[in-house]
């Protein structure tokens, strides 16, 4: 089931109090003959860019005095940062020193190391960090040299692994 976006909620919202007011625009009908009458359901719909059946669900709610689905959320606040700016400094300070080592820097040390802090601080989640959250990180920190891991060479990984017996 695909889940609908705020915007199309709140231009639904629009057309269905535009609907219930009935003080939308009106439409003239064939050559001015009568007088004006006004949209319907659907050509309110239209003009607001939302589906009809959305418009119409809450326009049964709006009529039983209902709070519509998107006013009922509460706004969520951020989420709390993974690590304090001390302990991401402290990070950052930590990968400088081992760039300079023969150790190479990948997305996997960084989320290891980073969910480990995490793992043993006193408040806040304690969940592994998200893969969304080192990349934000590293661009972030661009200066930072990152390695993607190489695929070894069969025959080099044939001779590690064709050791004689002893």
Known sequence: MTEISGKSRAA???????????QGPTRTTRANPAPSRAYTAAEIAQLHHTSLPLMKKYILLLRAKKPLPNETKKKKGRSPPALSEAKEKALYTFIQSVEKSVFAITEAFISNYTSF???????????PVLKTWVRRFKTQHPELQYKTPKIKEITRLNAELNFKKI
């Open 12 to 22: 639904a919202a629009r057309a269905a109090r535009a609907y219930l007011s009935g």
């Open 117 to 127: 802090i995490r793992k043993h601080r006193n408040s806040g989640p304690m969940t």
